[in-house]
């Protein structure tokens, strides 16, 4: 039998084709032949990667099944942790804070436990330790936007002002941006026409904040924020006690405002940004936070968590994940983790 005929299953005996798929074998081998060669360097590459495929599931293996204990206590977790961080992001707002970028994701579980006062001690530190890095950070966030690109100058004045102690020079530049911002935001969401003067009640009619739904959360917190800021007040009353909009670009307010003041201001417009363009309007089939069939956790909790069904996990929001694993694991941990050998 000749070398061809060793390497290749398709030739066939020399006896005469008796049936249709015999006849049409017959046919093709004179012109698969030379390509056999081929045929058999393709199977070896597809049995090299088979083979790797199978070497990586072997090592992954003990790295999965060391990591699905902390995965199922996330899911087990995950309904009171996202309670309290929803408690949180409410009492903060009321009190005249949004989320910054710096906050631990643990301490944020206990940030709706904090007086209105403790709260502002603890981010007025958080801004303003280490030479006010966070601010800067801030600052730089605010200019790393391109939908304020508008007022970077004022920006760059606003935090120099703030970190030179002159803080109150800061509240009416920031509320003439936030006023603006706000106002672009409707219109490129095409609730509001430019010509529109009461940018917040226009959010506020849209409803965007009384969906039962994950990105609602942040809305009802954003809009209960700017229901402080933008609260109606009659000019013949006594001035209201928290900062006011109106009172203050009307220059009707007592400028008593202290530096917790300022730095709410500023950090909201980072919570504008993130509201209009990361979360936008709420979609109808988006998951809940907690609680009900939709909320990504019901499916993951009801499994047998093994490490064939790590997949299903991905049904969790991704930024619920993070608040869930922040809380139950240490930045340290986790690095250590994923530092880890397979």
């Known amino acids: 039998m000749s070398k061809t005929a060793k390497r290749s299953s398709l030739v066939l005996s020399k006896t005469e084709p008796r049936t249709l798929n015999e006849y049409l074998a017959a046919a093709l081998v004179p012109f698969l032949e030379p390509y056999s060669e081929t ?6 590459q597809f049995a090299k990667t088979f ?28 309904p ?9 992001f409410l009492h903060m707002a009321d009190c005249g804070w949004t989320l910054p970028d710096w906050i631990d994701l643990r301490e944020l579980r206990t940030l ?73 935001a409707l219109v490129k969401a095409s609730l509001a026409t430019p010509n529109a003067t009461s940018p917040f009640k226009v959010l506020k009619e849209a ?3 009384e969906d039962d739904t994950f990105d609602a959360v942040f809305w009802r917190a954003g809009v209960l924020f700017l229901s402080r800021v933008f609260a109606h007040s009659d000019f013949t009353q006594q001035p209201p006690t928290f900062i006011n909009r109106h009172w203050i670009l009307h220059g009707r307010a007592p400028v008593d405002w202290t530096l917790s003041d300022a730095l709410r201001l500023v950090n909201s417009l980072t919570t504008l940004e993130f509201l209009f363009v990361t979360v936008g309007k709420p979609k109808p089939n988006s998951p809940r936070w907690t609680g009900g069939p939709n909320d990504g956790f019901t499916m993951t909790r009801n499994c047998n968590l093994q490490s064939d069904k790590v997949p299903e996990l991905m049904a969790l ?13 240490s930045v340290d941990r986790i690095q250590q983790t994923l530092r880890s050998p397979l």
């Not at 045929?39 to 070896?44: D, G, H, P, R």
């Not at 790797?52 to 072997?58: E, P, V």
């Not at 009171?80 to 949180?88: F, G, Q, R, V, Y």
């Not at 603890?122 to 605010?142: Q, S």
């Open 112 to 184: 709706h436990l904090k007086s209105p006062e403790e709260l502002d001690r603890y981010f007025v530190e958080g801004f303003m330790a280490n030479g006010a890095e966070n601010l800067k950070e801030l600052g730089d966030t605010l200019k790393g936007n391109p939908g304020l690109s508008q007022w970077h100058l004022l920006i760059d004045d606003i935090i120099a002002s703030i970190e030179a102690g002159r803080h109150r020079v800061a509240i009416p530049a920031t509320l003439t941006i936030m006023d603006g911002y706000l106002a672009g």
């Open 80 to 88: 009171a942790i996202l309670n309290d961080h929803e408690k949180s």
């Open 39 to 44: 045929f058999l360097e393709i199977q070896a």
């Open 207 to 209: 409803r965007w904040h």
């Open 51 to 78: 083979a790797a495929i199978d070497d990586l599931n072997r090592r992954l293996k003990p790295f999965l099944d060391a990591t699905l204990p902390f995965l199922q206590k996330l899911v087990e977790d995950a």
């Open 317 to 329: 929001n991704r930024f619920q994940c993070l608040c869930v694993a922040g809380d139950l694991l």
